[in-house]
């Protein structure tokens, strides 16, 4: 089961610590995924995101 991270709105596939912050404060409940690519596009930036991979929508 993913989880995302309420800190930074990663996803975790498996484990209970997030790969980008290394947060512990997870949630099974979230809205959406988006896949980052590229850290410096519109919405990488519109969603504070600075890391490439892939993100919650709504946590």
Do not use: R
Request: hydrophobic letters at 40%; charged letters at 25%; proline letters at 2%.
């Amino acid at each position: 089961m993913k989880k995302a991270c309420k800190s930074c709105k990663a996803l975790v596939i498996k484990g209970s610590v997030c790969p980008i912050c290394k947060g512990t404060d997870l949630t099974s409940s979230f809205q959406g995924i988006v896949y980052i690519f590229d850290v410096e596009s519109e919405i990488a930036k519109k969603l504070g995101i600075t890391a490439s991979g892939k993100y919650a929508i709504k946590v």
